[in-house]
């Protein structure tokens, strides 16, 4: 059993900047963000393949390449994701993700996986 909490929503106008955290209470090779707008339903953000503390296989959704970087720091069991440059569009619930199958954002090992209660993010235009 893994447990995973999320930190660091928040509001941001247009253009701004957030990073969120996520700790994790164990380790599984495969982790990432996911978010949820409302009325929408969820969607990959970006994942990647952990092993013996290194990252591998990163995964980004079409909407959010060159704004946001998944990152880890494994000494804190800690999953980030820095997200740039936001948009409104960017505003939704965001969830972090862990899970040992495969890590690709559209993989179904997603569903079985373990999850945060998620952290808000609403950007103003």
């Known amino acids: 059993q893994v447990q995973l909490v999320e930190s660091g929503g928040g509001s941001v106008q247009a253009g701004g900047s957030l990073r969120l955290s996520c700790a994790a209470s164990?380790?599984?090779?495969?982790m990432g963000w996911f978010r949820q707008a409302p009325g929408e339903e969820r969607e990959g953000v970006a994942s990647f393949a952990i092993s013996r503390g290194r990252t591998y296989f990163e995964y980004y959704a079409n909407a959010v390449k060159g704004r946001f970087t998944i990152s880890q720091d494994s000494a804190k069991n800690t999953l980030y994701l820095q997200m740039n440059s936001l948009k409104p569009e960017d505003t939704a619930m965001y969830y972090c993700a862990a899970q040992s199958g495969t890590c690709s954002l559209t993989s179904p090992s997603w569903k079985g996986g373990y999850w945060g209660q998620g952290t808000q993010v609403t950007v103003s235009s």
């Open positions: 164990g380790s599984t090779y495969c």
